[in-house]
């Protein structure tokens, strides 16, 4: 569970996510870390997610109290756990001296930990996979609108190899209805790792599509 509740902020947009992979709430400060936890529950490598899950303590250079609380703990699948902080370059550059100690402080609780500890920013998280992403995770939440039609996409697209999304529905349907009715369970299986897809440029109905 997060240590703390984050309080209604006025100048960045705050809110809870429904993610299935957040352990406790999914809060967030700033639509940057929306966006990262949107990343994060996208990941077919990420077990799990808990936002703000330690605070730290230390005593600084004039034996006064100090803590920080990192923002989120991710568990892979496969590699050690990462404690992330997320913030905008900007604000980096502007608090360096202030944000420094508190790396340092959780730099050294993870490696006691045996977990790593990473900073990202805007750069690493607004990408067109990033868009991708925003676009398919909808149709992952909502499923299969039809098993039926999840057959019939997918011995089609074993017979084509290799295609696009339009190519695929205009060989099964000739007209515009059906085809648009075929969509949502494509956009599912793409999102759900079923049909691939590169997700690094943005997702259209020419974009290559395969089986895996």
Known sequence: MPIRKIPKNYSNVTGIAAHS??????????TLER??????????????????????QWLNDLNKNRSYTPDVLVYYKKNRPTLFEVKYRSDINKNWEVLKPKFKAAIR?????GWKFKLITEVEIRTAYLESVKFLLPFVRQGASNEDDMMILDDKLIELKTTTPKELISSIYSDEWNQAALLPTLWYLIGSRQIQIDLTPKITMSSKIWKR
């Open 21 to 30: 992979k957040a352990t406790g709430q999914a809060m967030f400060e700033s």
């Open 109 to 113: 609780f993870c490696k006691e930990n």
């Open 35 to 56: 966006d990262f936890l949107m990343l994060l529950e996208f990941d077919k490598n990420v077990d799990s997610f808990e936002v703000q899950p330690v605070k730290l």
